[in-house]
């Protein structure tokens, strides 16, 4: 079983930053892509970042320029850096692993159980 544990959530004023970092573990023997979604209230999820296992990177319009994904393989750990953060990106945000490889030679997809972000002043 392969688990994603996701932390660094919590409430910041405008402008201010946050990091959230999403660990995976488990029998696991790689994972292609990582990522984090978010979703708001009365909202659909999306994308705000994505990462593959070499390392190329992809952002939701709304985030680029302002966060940054990173990943060590070696841990199987993403993080975001969130900076200039706005009342907009209020949302729960989740982390997700795609194409993990486990000790049965299975491929599946994983989500972690999501952590708060609130940007209020």
């Known amino acids: 079983q392969v688990q994603l544990v996701e932390s660094g959530g919590g409430l910041v004023q405008p402008g201010g930053s946050l990091r959230l970092s999403c660990a995976a573990s488990g029998r696991i023997v790689s994972i292609n892509d990582m990522g984090w979604y978010r979703q708001a209230p009365e909202k659909q999820r999306e994308l705000v970042a994505g990462i593959t296992s070499g390392g190329s990177t992809n952002y939701g319009d709304s985030v680029k320029g302002r966060f940054t994904i990173s990943r060590d393989n070696a841990k199987n750990t993403i993080y975001l850096q969130m900076n200039m953060l706005k009342p907009e990106d209020t949302a729960v945000y989740y982390c997700?692993?795609?194409?993990?490889?486990?000790?049965?030679?299975?491929?599946?997809?994983?989500w972690g159980q999501g952590t708060q972000v609130t940007v209020s002043s």
């Open positions: 997700n692993a795609h194409g993990v490889l486990s000790s049965n030679w299975q491929r599946s997809d994983y």
